[in-house]
């Protein structure tokens, strides 16, 4: 049982780049969410989703774009990368009223 | 809008202690409270779920209560060991929120267990 996976854990990006984090959940739940972490601010959601095809912002989205059009697959795509983007990203999902479950995290660094 | 407070933010203890973490929220409109436990460069581990016609919630040397007429939930750590420390975190879903899922978290309780 994978449950939730992220990829790639680790990236080391310049400024200016489009960089994409995967995130990929084998039990067929319908929500999904992208937070990040940073010190000082805790954990913040970016995007999240209530079924394929259904994206909503949440409190930081500026810079970022996802897609789900598959229930498994919530791509967070940074279209062109900020030093400000530097955080842990992590991606979690629900079936809904049954608790979030979280992903192991993707470390990003922009230079 | 809903906020979510975990004091202290840090504490530490000797191994065996029964300890409680606090958790209180300004909105007792809740749909759903959920502790987490981080560790150091790890993702985030569901520890319990407490749904909101629920009072409270067990598992193993943990159990979490609820009362949502004063705005709190609290984590009892039973006979502490070493392997808790972490950081351990409490979000919850309003009640506005329920169709979304949306979490609201705390900024987390850092907890040292000292042998």
């Known amino acids: 049982d994978a449950g939730i996976t992220q990829s790639p854990r680790y990236k080391i990006t310049e400024t200016g780049r489009q960089v994409t984090l995967m995130c990929h959940q084998t039990w067929s739940h319908s929500y999904m969410f992208w937070y990040r972490q940073d010190l000082g601010h805790g954990l913040r959601l970016i995007y999240y989703?209530?079924?394929?095809?259904?994206?909503d912002k949440g409190e930081v989205s500026d810079g970022y774009v996802v897609s789900r059009s598959k229930t498994e697959n919530f791509p967070l795509t940074l279209e062109s990368a900020t030093r400000s983007q530097t955080s842990v990203y992590f991606c979690a999902s629900s079936r809904g009223g049954q608790g979030q479950y979280f992903g192991p995290g993707t470390r990003l660094t922009v230079t | 809008k809903q906020e979510v407070t975990q004091i202290p933010a840090a504490l530490s203890v000797p191994e065996g202690e029964n300890l409680v973490l606090n958790c209180s929220f300004t909105?007792?409109?809740?749909?759903?409270l959920q502790w987490f436990r981080q560790d150091p460069g790890k993702g985030l581990t569901s520890l319990l779920l407490i749904q909101s016609s629920q009072r409270e919630q067990t598992s193993g040397r943990l159990n979490a209560s609820l009362d949502k007429s004063s705005g709190r939930s609290t984590l009892y750590i039973a006979a502490s060991q070493p392997g808790d420390s972490a950081t351990y975190l409490c979000?919850?879903?309003?009640?506005?929120?329920?169709?979304?899922?949306?979490?609201?978290f705390g900024k987390g309780t850092k907890l040292t267990v000292n042998p």
């Open positions: 979000a919850e879903i309003p009640s506005s929120e329920s169709g979304s899922e949306k979490l609201v």
């Open positions: 909105d007792s409109a809740i749909y759903n």
């Open positions: 989703s209530a079924a394929a095809d259904i994206t």
